[in-house]
């Protein structure tokens, strides 16, 4: 069931950077586990950078569409109990609060 499939989202993202970061320090710390310079293997780094970042713009939709089915199953519900969702009777700060007297 899909709600948020006219939703776009954007290329760029902070799950597509967290993500990529994510996949080069894991390049860059396998480097320093195996005692080779951390530069060496830029290749490597560039294809875990990417593979960070697409699985990051995947986390991000995923979480648009978790959104978007939340909103939209309140908003079915509140549509069909409409009177458990009435609107409240607007009134003045003053008739909230009690009369102040002060204690002497």
């Not at 290329?11 to 080779?36: E, K, P, V």
């Not at 310079?37 to 939709?61: D, Q």
């Not at 648009?64 to 003045?92: C, G, M, W």
């Not at 909230?96 to 002060?102: C, F, G, L, S, T």
């Amino acid at each position: 069931m899909k709600y948020s499939t006219d939703i776009a989202t954007p290329l760029i993202n902070r799950y597509t950077i967290i993500f990529g970061i994510y996949g080069m320090s894991t390049s860059l710390l396998h480097n320093g586990m195996t005692r080779r310079p951390l530069w060496t293997g830029l290749h490597r780094h560039a294809i875990c950078l990417a593979l960070g970042s697409v699985i990051g713009y995947y986390a991000y939709k995923f979480e648009v569409n978790k959104i978007a089915q939340t909103e939209y199953k309140n908003s079915v519900y509140v549509e069909r109990h409409p009177d458990l969702f009435q609107p409240e009777a607007t009134q003045n700060v003053a008739n909230r609060y009690m009369n102040w007297v002060p204690l002497r």
